[in-house]
């Protein structure tokens, strides 16, 4: 089993150190919520005072924070991890950031002789809490394959994308593909429903159809069609609006810096952000459904 330091216990990584600690792993834990490493310590993690003693001497550390700027201020500086860890130790972040950060860690990292890799998660809340993530990766093949020690723990699909920052877009492609799908899938059923016809029977025939996909199959957006989906419980757990949004502007970004056209996912994130400004942000993304449904 592995020395693990986890920093950063929110609503995904405070069930993913849980499921590392249940795999039988030594995991020493950092958030700035009490609360948050309290909940991990009853399972047996023991509570680091810092984010930097959390990160020493152990084999493996894993990230999972807000955004980018807290990642790079994490990592960075004077103080950062980077001036504690061992060169022993693989960096793993798990966090949904811009690849450029991720690239810029890794080079800092890659300086001191310690190895990082990028590996943002796929899979929501309920995949974390069941150790179902995938895991998309980037960074040297060998790193990957180290990190698989603990990432099978936490997750069911392991994936290798590339080079560092490789998972990070791989990740927000995937995202901005989920997005469009989910507003057009919601489309579709509210024109559906306009016209007479129950949403349970159009979606059962769309599933049969040319028009089948991951939201009709698993995660349908009309209230009370699917059991154990959030649009069947007020639109309350899942992936937030908010986090879409999030989500989308980093594939904005990406799009803008290859010179890619996206105008799908400009649309999407345009969708999204008008239904967050409705006081919708806290709700699941599938929640859009009520974007075409307002009357």
């Not at 084999?59 to 990642?71: I, N, Q, S, W, Y």
């Not at 860690?105 to 998660?121: H, L, M, N, S």
């Not at 239904?275 to 993304?285: A, I």
Request: glycine share 10%.
């Amino acid at each position: 089993m592995a020395k693990v330091g986890f920093i950063g216990l929110g609503n995904m990584g405070g069930p993913m150190a849980s499921n590392l600690v249940k795999a039988g792993h030594d995991v020493k834990v950092f958030d700035l919520s009490q609360a948050a490493m309290d909940s991990v310590v009853t399972l047996g993690a023991s509570a680091s005072d810092s984010a930097n003693e959390a990160a020493t001497s152990v084999d493996f550390v894993v990230t999972m924070l807000p955004a980018g700027k807290h990642v790079a201020q994490l990592y960075l500086g004077e103080q950062g991890l980077l001036s504690v860890v061992d060169d022993t130790t693989l960096l793993i972040d798990s966090s949904t950031i811009d690849a450029t950060t991720a690239r810029t860690v890794a080079e800092q990292a890659q300086t001191q002789g310690i190895a990082f890799i990028d590996a943002p998660v796929s899979g929501g809340v309920g995949g974390a809490h069941a150790g179902t993530l995938s895991f998309i990766c980037g960074g040297q093949a060998a790193h990957f394959d180290s990190a698989k020690t603990i990432l099978n723990d936490m997750g069911k699909n392991i994936f290798h994308a590339g080079d560092v920052g490789a998972g990070q877009v791989a990740k927000i492609c995937n995202n901005m593909l989920l997005a469009v799908l989910m507003a057009g899938t919601s489309e579709a059923l509210q024109m559906g429903i306009d016209n007479g016809l129950d949403p349970k029977v159009l979606s059962d025939i769309m599933l049969k159809s040319s028009g089948r996909n991951w939201c009709l199959e698993l995660y349908n957006p009309v209230p009370n069609v699917m059991d154990n989906v959030p649009a069947s419980n007020h639109y309350q757990g899942g992936f937030m609006v908010d986090l879409m949004i999030k989500d989308l502007g980093l594939a904005a970004q990406a799009a803008q810096l290859s010179k890619s056209s996206t105008p799908l996912g400009s649309a999407a994130l345009s969708l999204y952000a008008m239904h967050s400004k409705h006081n919708n942000g806290e709700k699941d993304f599938s929640s859009i459904f009520e974007l075409f449904n307002e009357k």
